[in-house]
């Protein structure tokens, strides 16, 4: 690449976890005299804020960072999450648990749960859940982080964590703007286009500077200033299969330690979020409007707060759908900009993780190469449309037929993927994918056993090993499992010693 090609100015619209990320990710992965880059955030504007639950490979990303994990929790407010509590979605009275990491270990060439499927109806083997780790700690009320020897029990660990939105967003801007980010704290009142390429070309500010650049990363929100309003892309509305369509959130006082899950509560016309962090308990209400009223939806968030609430709920609409293409041109869309899928799996604040890193593995230059921006836009397709998937899964399983809601989601016709998901793990509990995928083997397992799809059979490969063999081995598996528990100090006690916010932790035993 001659040097008369390289991208000279990154333009970043809109801050938040979207544009904060960005932010850090671009500055991290290019070297400081590279390209200069500008954040522009208007101050009228606040974050959506409902995305403080995550899903594990954030760790990567702080690790890719270089950021000190203590110090993230302890600034963040946060708490460490082992995975997500579902209540009443099966059915009324039914509670299930989807748990990072895996079940038990692979025996025989097998994914664990085939071994567990052969064995289910022997009162001895126990539930699914006892061969998870993060489950068992989970009830326990314990954490310890992930173990690096292989061997010891603690390797099996897997988490995520629990923030304050607004204390990450600004972490992440701490972050990118200590290796140079440069933030213009302003409103956009114009973007310019180029009239031969159909580029954007610069963004005009209310103080009537323009700001030119040559790739410009889209985190404005629904809106989609700049892959929608100015580009006009498209939108693929996926509101036939996930008629979630508002949300009411609301911050109220916490009560007791902390749970190391992200707890959702299906409801007649939607479902509610509780998320514990260090100084306050995030809840919300997220609801299919056709099926009920925006006070109603109120009262049942409000009903069902576990302490005093801190604030009004505040509503949020959307459109539940991705941008038809996520990369248009010289615009990237992140975020609320690319697409939205619903808080229920924690996915918003990793696809745009996802987003970013997979732009850096793609970057262009200024001749912005159409198969780069297609294999982008094939690679996040693919992304959405895989959550997208898992998400339905939730709403179309299950027995629930109490509300003219629910019976609305079971009866929709649902994409011919996740039929064939479905059907193949109906037949003999197989669950195919590709290790790159968000959800992997033990997330798909542990929707559909818990949403009572019960495979008629399993896979036979699993009947060479004599079953009482078998059932001694499966006894050592949560023996250890549950050696590896008690050895753990409790979520508080962790918290506590090392990253409590506004103390001076303990160094932890390498």
Known sequence: MSEDQRIRRIVIVGGGTAGWMAAAVISKSLAPDYTQIDLIESPEIGAVGVGEATIPPLLTLNRLLGIDEHDFVRRTQATFKLGIQFRNWGKLGHEYVHPFGSYGADLEGLQFHQHWLRLRDKAEVGSLDDYSLPIM????????????????????????????????????????MGRGVNRLERKIVDVQLNAQTGFVEAVVLDDGVRVEGDLFIDCSGFRGLLIEQALKTGYEDWSHWLPMDRALAVPCEAVGA????????????GWQWRIQLQHRTGNGHVYASAFTTDDAARDTLM?????????????????????KKAWNRNVVSLGLASGFLEPLESTSIHLIQSGVTTLMSLFPDRR???????????????????????????????????????????????????????????SRGRVMGKHEDLFAFTSWVAVMV???????????MADQTPAPQMVEQLARIRAVIRSGVDAMPTHQQYIDRYCRAGTTPAKEPA
């Open 137 to 176: 700690a989970m009830k326990a009320g314990k954490f310890v982080r992930t173990a690096e020897d292989p061997r010891h029990v603690h390797s099996r660990m897997a988490y995520a964590y629990h923030f304050d939105a607004g204390l990450y967003g600004a972490y992440l801007r701490e972050q990118a």
């Open 258 to 269: 902390p749970t190391l899950y992200t707890r959702s509560t299906a409801h007649d016309a």
């Open 303 to 323: 009903a069902n707060l576990d302490g005093k609430p801190l604030a009004d709920p505040r509503p949020l609409r959307f459109v539940t759908g991705r941008r």
């Open 368 to 426: 912005f190469d159409q198969i780069d921006i297609d294999k982008y836009n094939a690679l996040m397709q693919a992304e959405y449309e895989h959550a997208r998937d898992f998400i339905i899964l939730h709403y179309h399983a299950g027995e629930r037929d109490d509300s003219e809601f629910w019976r609305h989601v079971r009866a929709t016709d649902i994409p011919d993927s996740l039929k064939e998901r479905i059907d193949l793990f109906r």
């Open 450 to 460: 818990g949403q009572g799809i019960t495979p008629d059979g399993h896979d036979p």
